[in-house]
């Protein structure tokens, strides 16, 4: 019998295994407090649980610590990215963002993707296979504990917390529906890591039937779309995810979302000099989002082996923004460019089968 891994289950779900094993489901509290508090590396580290409890965990279950072949920190020491080793030896990598008083842990959902995007690194290595709920779960606990490391004796426990999780790293989190929404219900717990529905971003290349599902089951999360173009034809090209979803279901879906949970959506837009960054395109994509709730992402385009773009010079980008604000009265951000020397940015991980 494979054992449990306890990253992939839930409080509840742990709660009833200790009724299976005949132990009082009091002891549950400790446990979870031992795998998302204090963050233990291993079941010899719970101490003060029952002994018969240990020995359970020690024989039918196993602690999913992903552990870290390669840790890279960019120059500027604002990030540090981590290339993590999954069981069966495929790896994935993991970034922690560092931010004026809080962390972001921006982590992978599959090994590879599926989903092609020309300009994306992840998407130039094709699929390999989906995470577990554990394995994500595991690479928030693993950024938590470089955090905790890193403090400096005496940090109040609160300012050591990852205040954020994105889920932009390796693969198409909605490609992977139900690992994914297991992981984000354990993240969220509130006696855990307690990361609520604004502290989740969950950023999707526009997989439609996923938007729709999060919007009948009334998914509370910061939903993020990777646009990059605003007519089908141009967003083909870039995404060709969009040639199964078109532009039209996509928003219809971005629109039921909205309706079903009251939220605004954010929309990512890779600026791409030449390519999708002229007032033009700025007001193709206004129309587009003119008076539904949205909030645009421009990400200047981060360099890939596989694909020759620029990214698009900060002038052009600020004239991008004031277009959507003075013309359709639309938010924007123009995301700060952080980790691209060690290739943590947007798009920029990638990793190579081990020989
Ligand atoms: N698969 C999901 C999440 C991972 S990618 C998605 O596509 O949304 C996170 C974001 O980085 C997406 O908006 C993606 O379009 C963007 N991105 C990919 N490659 C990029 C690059 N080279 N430069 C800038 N952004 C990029
Ligand atoms: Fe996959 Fe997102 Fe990269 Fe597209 S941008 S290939 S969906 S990870």
Not at 9 to 31: A, C, F, M, T
Not at 85 to 114: I, P
Not at 169 to 189: K, Q, T, W
Request: charged content about 20%; some cysteine.
């Amino acid at each position: 019998m494979t054992p449990l891994n306890l990253y992939d289950v839930s409080r509840e779900q742990l709660r009833e295994r200790l009724g299976e094993w005949d132990i009082n489901p009091i002891h549950v509290g400790k446990l979870w407090n031992y795998l998302y508090v204090r963050q233990v590396a291993s079941v010899d580290e719970m101490s003060e649980l029952p002994p018969r409890l240990r020995a359970r965990l020690r024989d039918e279950t196993t602690l999913g610590v992903l552990p870290a072949a390669l840790t890279t920190d960019s120059a500027d020491g604002f990030t540090r990215k981590f290339l993590l080793g999954l069981t069966d030896g495929r790896r994935v990598e993991t970034v922690k963002m560092r931010f004026t008083g809080r962390v972001t842990a921006c982590v992978s959902s599959q090994v590879g993707c599926a989903m092609g995007c020309v300009f994306c690194a992840t998407g130039q290595m094709g699929f390999t296979r989906h995470l577990t709920a554990g394995e994500i779960v595991a690479q928030v606990v693993h950024v938590s504990r470089a955090v905790k490391l890193a403090a400096p004796a005496g940090t109040p426990v609160a300012s050591t917390r990852v205040r954020n999780v994105v889920l932009m790293g390796m693969g198409e989190p909605l490609h992977n529906y139900d690992a994914v929404m297991h992981a984000i219900e354990i993240l969220r717990d509130n006696t855990g890591l307690a990361l609520g529905a604004d502290r989740i971003t969950l950023s999707t290349v526009g997989v439609v039937p996923g938007i729709l599902r999060l919007a009948a089951e009334q998914r509370m999360l910061r939903l993020a779309v990777s646009l990059h173009a605003a007519t089908q034809a141009e967003r083909a090209a870039l995404v060709p995810a969009a040639r199964k979803w078109p532009l039209d279901e996509l928003m219809a879906a971005c629109r039921a979302y909205s309706e079903a949970t009251g939220r605004r959506i954010f929309y990512e837009w890779a600026l791409i000099a030449g390519a999708n960054d002229t007032p033009a395109h700025a007001r193709a994509v206004g129309a587009l989002l003119a008076g539904t709730p949205a909030q645009v992402n421009l990400i200047p385009l981060n360099p890939t082996v596989g694909y020759d773009g620029a990214p698009t010079p900060v002038p052009a980008a600020r004239a991008f923004q004031r277009i959507l604000s003075e013309e359709f009265n639309l938010p924007s951000t123009v995301r700060q460019r952080r980790g691209i020397d060690i290739g943590a940015g947007c798009g920029q991980l990638a990793v190579t089968e081990r020989a």
